[in-house]
C-alpha cells in the first residue's frame, strides 16, 4: 500500500523558514520522481517543485523559484522541501505527490499535506 506522510508544517513568521519532509512507502522510493504541491483557501493545487529519482533534474514554479529548495534521501525514502525567504503569499497545505506505474498504467498518490502558514 502506497503511502505518503508529510510533516514539518507550522506558522512562522514573513521572512522565516520551514522544512517540509515526506516519508514515503508502499513502491520502490529510490525510482520515482517526487512532486510538491501546495492548496490556497480559495485556490486550486497548484505545483511547487519537482525532483528526478536519483535527485537531479528539480524544478520549480517561478513563484519559488531561489526560495525554496527540493532534495531527497533515498536511503531514507524521504523527500524534502526547504523553505525560505517565506511570504504570507506561501500560506498553504502542501502536499507531496508520487506518480506511480502499477498494472499496465500510471496512478497519483497524495499525501494527507501538511498546513504552513507564514503571518506576522
Known amino acids: 500500500q502506497v503511502q505518503l506522510v508529510e510533516s514539518g508544517g507550522g506558522l512562522v513568521q514573513p521572512g522565516g523558514s520551514l522544512r517540509l519532509s515526506c516519508a514515503a512507502s508502499g513502491f520502490t522510493f529510490s525510482t520515482y520522481a517526487m512532486n510538491w504541491y501546495r492548496q490556497a483557501p480559495g485556490k486550486e493545487r497548484e505545483f511547487v517543485a519537482s525532483?528526478?529519482?536519483?535527485?537531479?533534474?528539480?524544478s520549480y514554479a517561478d513563484s519559488v523559484k531561489g526560495r525554496f529548495t527540493i532534495s531527497r534521501d533515498n536511503a531514507k525514502n524521504t523527500v524534502y522541501l526547504q523553505m525560505n525567504s517565506l511570504k504570507p503569499e506561501d500560506t498553504a497545505v502542501y502536499y507531496c505527490?508520487?506518480?506511480?506505474?502499477?498494472?499496465?498504467?500510471?496512478?497519483?498518490?497524495w499525501g494527507q499535506g501538511t498546513q504552513v502558514s507564514v503571518s506576522a
Open positions: 505527490k508520487a506518480r506511480i506505474y502499477s498494472s499496465g498504467r500510471y496512478y497519483q498518490w
Open positions: 525532483i528526478g529519482s536519483t535527485g537531479g533534474s528539480a
